[in-house]
Antibody, heavy 118, light 111 residues
Framework: EVQLVQSGAEVKKPGDSLRISCEGS????????IAWVRQMPGKGLEWMGI????????KYSPSFQGQVTISADKSISTAYLQWTSLKASDTAMYYC???????????WGQGTLVTVSS | SYELTQPPSVSVSPGQTARITCSGD??????AYWYQQKSGQAPVLVLY???KRPSGIPERFSGSSSGTMATLTISGAQVEDEADYYC??????????????FGGGTKLTVL
């Protein structure tokens, strides 16, 4: 069974750094792209970027380029999303999802809620 | 940047047909995908490649695409179909590394 399990909720202060994770299982993690999606409170889904864990090839949405870093460790089947200096506007639910070549984002993690508040 | 446009809301009575549209300039050449998101839950894929249903998605969900518009149709909408629906596609950059975007979402009310 394909599963993506994300790390738990985080409460941080502005200026803090953070890395959240997404562990894949039940499939060959290195051969499917993993996307990250943001959902701000009460708002819609936003595609942030995507990584191919096999070689760490990465593509960012122009809206998120330079704001976050997407990485992966294929040895432990885990993708990451990280910030060096959080802002209150980073408060959101973050989802990872597997990108199937034909089916789009076919499996999703349960989401990681990030709250940034002073 | 590329945009997909959806109506903010659609409302139908149970048993009626709900249609949710998604417009985008690249849709004549690129597939649309549709996601259902119920309150407090992660999104679920309901259609891929314009009109194909993943296993487990009821037959009342169907899709089509013509020109710059893709349409999700729910025939005989049920109360449990009440959710936010998002279309998803890419601009003409192509493959998985292209710029993918979601539509703004449509809140479907069934009552």
């Amino acid at each position: 069974e394909v599963q993506l399990v994300q790390s738990g909720a985080e409460v941080k202060k502005p200026g803090d750094s953070l890395r959240i994770s997404c562990e894949g299982s039940g499939y060959n993690f290195t051969t499917y792209w993993i996307a990250w999606v943001r959902q701000m409170p009460g708002k819609g889904l936003e595609w942030m970027g995507i990584i191919y864990p096999g070689d760490s090839d990465t593509k960012y949405s122009p809206s998120f380029q330079g704001q976050v870093t997407i990485s992966a460790d294929k040895s432990i089947s885990t993708a990451y999303l990280q910030w060096t200096s959080l802002k209150a506007s980073d408060t959101a639910m973050y989802y990872c999802a597997r990108a199937h070549p034909r089916m789009g984002l076919d499996y999703w993690g349960q989401g990681t809620l990030v709250t940034v508040s002073s | 940047s590329y945009e997909l446009t959806q109506p903010p809301s659609v409302s139908v009575s149970p048993g009626q047909t709900a249609r949710i549209t998604c417009s985008g300039d690249a849709l004549p050449k690129k597939y649309a995908y549709w996601y259902q998101q119920k309150s407090g839950q992660a999104p679920v894929l309901v259609l891929y490649e314009d009109s194909k249903r993943p296993s487990g998605i009821p037959e009342r969900f169907s899709g089509s695409s013509s020109g710059t518009m893709a349409t999700l149709t729910i025939s005989g909408a049920q109360v449990e179909d009440e959710a936010d629906y998002y279309c998803y596609s890419t601009d003409n950059s192509g493959n998985s590394r292209g710029n993918w975007v979601f539509g703004g979402g449509t809140k479907l009310t069934v009552l």
